[in-house]
């Protein structure tokens, strides 16, 4: 939703709650862990109010601990924190599904997939940012492919069932291969809004 148009934000709800997207995916900077703030609280309630699919949010802060129960409050049901800011991570993970979210584990393009090995068995979804964090409309990152892969690998050789959601420059040319590198979940921000069809654009995409 970062891409969508906040001076008629209720239109672009309802968009995506008639097309053939599964969630709502919300971006949460705060110009300190990224260089650029979005959105708080307020705009996260008024969408949960509209939105008749769930909300997926994607905490962008420092010290995420501090809002998990804000964000349980508002509505948000799959939530990620960075693997980058959380120094307990375990404990982030457990508090994030005692309060009934799904918890995810978001790491940046530099950080490679091999540092996750431990904590799978406990995120119902790993966040894997095809491009630097902070700003939307970015060129995807080719290696992101890669990292993908080898995270399907390690899921495999653990017996788990976790999900892997590509986050950054994601459109209907490369969706093909990231899905086949194995990839769950795409979230799709400036290819759809910035399409003059974004339901239509949304439907191409559900097609791969």
Known sequence: MLSANFGNLDKDIEMVNNSQAGWFHLD?????????????????????KKAKKPLDA????????????????AGVEY??????????????????????????????????????????????????????PGFGGQSFIESTYGKIEKLRNMISKQGLDTLIEVDGGVNKENAPLLVKSGANILVAGNSVFGSPNPEFAITELGRI
């Open 28 to 48: 949460i900077m705060d110009g300190v862990f990224v260089p650029n703030i979005s959105y708080g609280f307020p705009v996260v309630k008024a969408i949960a």
């Open 58 to 73: 994607h905490l962008m802060i420092v010290n995420p601990d501090k809002y998990l129960k804000e964000f349980a409050s």
């Open 79 to 132: 939530l990620s924190v960075h693997y980058e800011e959380c120094k307990h991570l375990h404990r982030t993970l457990q508090n994030i599904k005692s309060l009934g979210m799904k918890a995810g584990v978001a790491i940046n393009p530099h950080t490679p997939a091999e540092l996750l090995s431990d904590i799978l068995q406990y995120a119902n979804f790993i966040l894997v940012m095809s491009v630097n």
